[in-house]
């Protein structure tokens, strides 16, 4: 489970705050729709091994990336 929050468009980027799992502490994303690429991705301590939630995030802004939502929750099993 992902939890993206503030998400928004500027400058083209996409922006977010992304909470892995029970993780309180955000990770902040940047995206470039054109390369499909995010600018530095540090996930917190003890959350290294959520890669495949931040893949999961960069499916989503780019399938939405012309109606983003402010929050989106995705989940997956």
């Given at each position: 489970m992902?939890?993206?929050?503030n998400i928004h468009?500027?400058?083209?980027?996409?922006f977010c705050d992304a909470?892995?799992?029970?993780?309180?502490?955000?990770?902040?994303?940047?995206?470039?729709p054109k390369t499909e690429?995010?600018?530095?991705v540090?996930?917190?301590d003890g959350y290294e091994w959520c890669k495949a939630h931040i893949r999961q995030a960069k499916w989503y802004l780019l399938s939405a990336k012309n109606d983003l939502p402010h929050e989106r929750l995705i989940m997956w099993c």
């Amino acid at each position: 489970m992902i939890q993206l929050k503030n998400i928004h468009k500027a400058a083209d980027r996409i922006f977010c705050d992304a909470f892995v799992e029970d993780c309180k502490t955000p990770v902040s994303l940047e995206l470039d729709p054109k390369t499909e690429e995010f600018r530095e991705v540090r996930l917190p301590d003890g959350y290294e091994w959520c890669k495949a939630h931040i893949r999961q995030a960069k499916w989503y802004l780019l399938s939405a990336k012309n109606d983003l939502p402010h929050e989106r929750l995705i989940m997956w099993c």
